[in-house]
């Protein structure tokens, strides 16, 4: 893996008419593959950041809690694993499942609440939710025992508890059969909700809020839960996964808060189709049960999931856990994208170690046909108009991959995969890490050989050769004529 915290100069570019330039970001962070952390403890994961450092928990299956921390989230596949809670509780003492950290005002100030499922040494139907408190605000603790949470009738079966924060209030979301019995009695794994009064303690039993209804949801078993929010604008959108985690098509579907009660079912607005799911062509499967955070900078979103490699593994310490940038729609909701391979390479996270330099998110519009776009569809490039969806469209552009003086164009969407020329073609294709393909997608932005005041794109490893259209289809070629001087001439706008 090769390093592109590498500085990047912004180029003054000409903005279309009433459009402001993109603001830059930091650069990326350390170049990884996945998985970020491998077995067996990697189930489950939950990820943050915080005051220069990346933290991770997952699922253990055993009766400790560890949580690995690094600077970098490349160096969290080597991190140590540091017991931070040894569970003796009764009824609670093995099978730590799915922990979530939440930074919390409680009544001793700030602190770290870290929630997760326990039971007996017998799997699995004794799960309850449980909640540790930090006893400062470091996220390696030491932590307390703070109780058990009571969220069903009869104390009964609740796990993949985390907080989601409304208006100033905090909410506790988990997964619990809506019988309050199992699928042997016909139930429904469902999501249920109810306030907290601080953060140990829930105002009343949890009231449900999601049921899996779409065939998507109900693959081996019908199943909602882990329960993660994910929130920008002002809309809260609360993911899930659906379907048996046992089976390759466990994935991630969303509930929207449209409403103005998180506690009332009618407030929530279920999304007809999975954000997430498998990918036979990316030799992923399984890819759920999730958490978000932040990029060091703040300008990126990030997912945290696991997956396995193959559809037979099942629901154990087979899956991994990985991490990929995700992305908006046009219409506000999120867009996860679709899981990378384990042999794609991926910038870090904007501003890991505080790197200078600058990715901005630009389209590329073209000279001589002003309505249109460079675009990836279905992974070929070409130029179009009104570009459905608009995140074809979007790309970051970044330090060149085999020079850091030029420039490499990577999909906002498809996060690891740019522009690369092949046969002489533009498609948009995965970084295997190799310095054919670096070389590839590698561009040196001069002046516009139609307009100075636009931009031209040589290529790197092919010199006499300029990005442009023909036929409105991407490639590069030598530059002779007018017409392709004007075809080679482009602009990046927001």
């Not at 330099?357 to 490039?381: C, E, K, L, P």
Request: with cysteine; aromatic share 12%.
């Amino acid at each position: 893996m090769r390093l592109r915290g590498m500085f990047l100069a912004l180029l003054t570019v000409v903005a279309l008419v009433g459009a402001a330039p993109t603001p830059s970001a930091a650069a990326p962070g350390a170049t990884f593959q996945n998985p970020v952390v491998g077995t067996p403890n990697s189930a489950d994961p939950w990820m943050g950041y915080y005051n220069g450092s990346y933290y991770y928990a997952a699922t253990t299956w055993t009766g400790k809690i560890l949580i690995r921390k690094s600077s970098t989230l490349a160096g969290l596949k080597t991190a140590a694993e540091t017991t931070v809670f040894t569970m003796s509780q009764p009824n609670a003492v093995s099978n730590m499942w799915a922990p979530s950290l939440h930074l919390l005002n409680g009544p001793n100030g700030q602190r770290w609440y870290l929630y997760y499922s326990a039971g007996p040494a017998a799997c699995c139907g004794g799960q309850r939710q449980h909640v540790l408190e930090s006893s400062g605000t470091d996220p390696m603790g030491p932590y307390t025992y703070k109780g058990a949470l009571v969220l069903m009738p009869d104390n009964g079966w609740s796990i993949d508890g985390s907080v989601m924060t409304v208006g100033g209030v905090n909410y506790f979301v988990f997964s619990a059969f809506n019988n309050n019995g199992g699928f042997e009695n016909g139930g429904l794994q469902s999501l249920f909700i109810t306030r907290l009064t601080n953060p140990w303690t829930p105002a009343a039993l949890g009231t449900i809020i999601s049921e899996p209804t779409y065939a998507w949801e109900k693959v081996g078993n019908p199943v909602n839960e882990g329960p993660f929010v994910l929130q920008r604008n002002n809309r809260t959108f609360l993911t899930y996964s659906a379907s048996y985690c046992g089976t390759p098509d466990y994935k991630i579907g969303a509930l929207e808060l449209t409403g103005t009660d998180p506690l009332a079912r009618a407030s929530w607005t279920k999304m007809a189709n999975p954000l997430f799911q498998r990918s036979d062509t990316n030799g992923v499967y399984g890819p759920a049960h999730h958490s978000f955070f932040k990029s060091p900078d703040g300008t990126e979103d990030w997912i945290v999931y696991h997956a396995n490699d193959s559809t037979s593994q099942g629901c154990g310490t087979t899956r991994t856990s990985r991490a990929q940038r995700i992305s908006w729609n046009a219409d506000g909701t999120p867009n996860l994208g679709v899981p990378v391979a384990r042999t794609t390479v991926l910038a870090g996270p904007s501003g890991e170690l505080g790197n200078p330099g600058a990715v901005t998110v630009q389209r590329i519009q073209s000279y001589n046909f002003q309505d249109r776009y460079v675009r990836h569809s279905n992974f070929a490039t070409r130029i179009d108009a009104n570009v459905t969806p608009a995140l074809d469209s979007q790309f970051r552009v970044v330090a060149g991959l085999a020079d850091g003086s030029a420039v490499s164009f990577e999909s906002v969407n498809f996060p690891g995969y740019y522009l690369r020329h092949n046969n002489y073609v533009l498609r948009l294709e995965a970084n295997n890490g190799t310095a054919t393909f670096q070389q590839d997608a590698t561009f040196r932005q001069v002046a516009g050989l139609a307009d100075s005041s636009w931009s031209s794109y040589q290529s790197y490893n092919f010199p006499e050769r300029y990005i442009r259209h023909s036929n409105y289809v991407l490639r590069i070629d030598p530059i002779s004529t007018a017409t392709e001087r004007a075809d080679a001439t482009f602009r990046r706008t927001s």
